[in-house]
């Protein structure tokens, strides 16, 4: 699915998180203005479509290249 649109995550961005995060199971930042994306979408470089590559975007933008998963129980 990468490379479709960049999916939305319920994390908040902080661009010091990994720097002083837990050791173990890191629950990300409590607080942010943006939320991190990840997985690129159709029209960005390829060198961004990995699942690794976190964006950043306020929760309140739309565009078609932005979307999330529904997951099947």
């Known amino acids: 699915m990468l490379g479709n649109v960049w999916q939305w995550t319920a994390d908040w961005f902080d661009e010091q998180y990994y720097s002083r995060r837990e050791p173990h199971d890191p629950r990300g930042a409590a607080t942010g203005k943006m939320r991190v994306l990840r997985g690129a979408a159709w029209d960005n470089v390829p060198s961004w479509l990995r699942a690794s590559f976190r964006g950043r975007?306020?929760?309140?933008y739309r565009a078609s290249?932005?979307?999330?998963?529904?997951?099947a129980n």
């Open 57 to 60: 975007m306020v929760p309140e």
């Open 65 to 71: 290249t932005y979307g999330f998963r529904c997951g």
